[in-house]
C-alpha cells in the first residue's frame, strides 16, 4: 500500500450480526451505510463509522442459490 492509506476492518468470519459468511456483494448507499450480502444470503446494513447494524434480513430464494451481486436503486435506496 502507498503512504497514508488508512484501512478498517468491517465484521468477521460468522453467522451472528456484523458477521460474515462468505461475502457475495457489497454496495455502499446514499447515507454511506455498507450493504453486505454473503453466501447464505442474509443482508446487513451496517454503519461503516460505528459498526452499528442498522438492518438485516435474508433473502427469500435464497436456498436456490448463492447470491452473486446486487443493486441499489439511486431513486429510492432499494437494495
Same mark, same amino acid.
Given at each position: 500500500? *502507498? *503512504?497514508?492509506?488508512?484501512?478498517?476492518?468491517?465484521?468477521?468470519?460468522? #453467522?451472528?450480526?456484523? /458477521?460474515?459468511?462468505?461475502?457475495?456483494?457489497?454496495?455502499?448507499? %446514499?447515507?454511506?451505510?455498507?450493504?453486505?450480502?454473503?453466501?447464505?444470503? #442474509?443482508? /446487513? #446494513?451496517?454503519?461503516? %463509522?460505528?459498526?452499528?447494524?442498522?438492518?438485516?434480513?435474508?433473502?427469500?430464494?435464497?436456498?436456490?442459490?448463492?447470491?452473486?451481486?446486487?443493486?441499489?436503486?439511486? #431513486?429510492? *435506496?432499494?437494495?
Amino acid at each position: 500500500m *502507498g *503512504g497514508g492509506e488508512n484501512v478498517e476492518i468491517l465484521g468477521s468470519f460468522g #453467522r451472528q450480526p456484523g /458477521q460474515f459468511m462468505k461475502p457475495r456483494a457489497i454496495e455502499f448507499t %446514499r447515507e454511506g451505510h455498507v450493504i453486505v450480502i454473503d453466501r447464505t444470503g #442474509r443482508v /446487513q #446494513r451496517i454503519d461503516p %463509522r460505528t459498526g452499528d447494524i442498522h438492518a438485516r434480513w435474508t433473502l427469500e430464494l435464497h436456498e436456490n442459490g448463492t447470491p452473486t451481486g446486487m443493486k441499489i436503486d439511486p #431513486r429510492d *435506496g432499494t437494495v
